[in-house]
């Protein structure tokens, strides 16, 4: 079921245009990623569908609401890249205050954020003692007090440890099972993209690719085998001469369709290698072969 529409958003700044045209379909319970380098327009992207800037031109649905309707904010949560909270408050009086925002809010679900995102422990401590790592679990909680059906976390992950990152996607990935949560992720982290069910590749404001992970690295990503052998033209007669990227004396790097041509092709030229090392295709192959240059 589609959730969220946007239909040729567009928005610039002055002469410059950072969002041209764009258009996507968010599908309810997804996890969704906007993949591109800085100043790609993923920033200027959220900022419209969170309805805190007006696109110059285009159109937002939220399941039949505008951003400019009162409803449609109470179905988002949103986590800034630069946190919104009051480092002078605690913890529970930022939640609290959030809280108060709206009519109903459910205190046994917030108690329990808290109790999951391991900040109960913290609740009295001022928001602006805390460590980065805490700061972020509240910030989410924060947004995520009135159970939004629809959250936007704007690179959740910069700065955070890899134990932090964990606990972050084993929460969220709870409330997408039980609460059907919808996620819209912008991210530098190529690698939380891996865990994204569809996938919007942006560059100068325009989306370049958008497909799941797994077509996009079909399309973009090859895996990369490279191999010592004892004789490089013995070798050469057992593949297909398209597959080659470098040949010197001893070694050969190879780019393969798939893995099971790969394993074939090892099984019948095992007697000449001598060592070998195998490369699955990620998204960082995706984003160099759609760009043509490293992420920025
Ligand atoms: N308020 C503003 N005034 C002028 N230009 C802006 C403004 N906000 C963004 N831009 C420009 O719009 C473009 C897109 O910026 P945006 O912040 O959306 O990119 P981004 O993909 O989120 O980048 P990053 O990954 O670095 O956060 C950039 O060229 C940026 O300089």
Excluded: C
């Amino acid at each position: 079921m589609e959730l969220l529409t946007a239909t040729n958003l567009t928005q610039r700044y002055g002469s410059k245009i950072a969002v041209n045209h764009i258009n996507l379909s968010i599908h309810a319970g997804q996890l969704v990623a906007f993949l591109g380098p800085n100043g790609a327009g993923k920033s200027t992207t959220i900022k419209m569908l969170t309805g805190i800037t007006q696109p110059k031109s285009g159109s937002i649905s939220l399941s039949g609401l505008h951003p400019t309707d009162a409803k449609y904010r109470h179905q988002i949560g949103v986590v800034f890249q630069d946190s919104v909270l009051d480092s002078e408050l605690t913890v529970r009086q930022n939640l609290m205050w959030r809280a108060k925002m709206y009519k109903h809010v459910d205190q046994q679900f917030i108690a329990s954020l808290m109790q999951a995102f391991d900040i109960a422990a913290i609740a009295n401590q001022k928001y602006g003692s805390l460590s980065g790592g805490q700061r972020r679990r509240v910030d989410i909680t924060r947004a995520l007090v009135n159970k939004p059906n629809l959250l936007f976390l704007d690179e959740p992950s910069t700065g955070l440890d890899i134990q932090t990152r964990n606990k972050i996607w084993e929460v969220l990935n709870q409330l997408r099972k039980e609460q059907h949560l919808t996620i819209i992720l912008t991210t530098h982290y190529l690698e939380e993209t891996n865990f994204a069910d569809y996938v919007y590749v942006i560059d100068h404001g325009e989306i370049i690719a958008s497909d799941t992970v797994t077509n996009l690295k079909r399309e973009y990503a090859s895996d990369l085998l490279t191999i010592d052998v004892t004789d490089v033209d013995a070798v050469k007669q057992l593949l297909d001469a398209n597959w080659i990227v470098s040949v010197d004396a001893k070694q050969l790097q190879l780019k393969l369709p798939d893995v099971n041509t790969a394993i074939e092709f090892l099984a019948k030229a095992r007697p000449l290698i001598t060592a070998m090392e195998y490369k699955r295709g990620d998204m960082n192959d995706i984003f160099v072969a759609l760009t043509g240059k490293k992420i920025r």
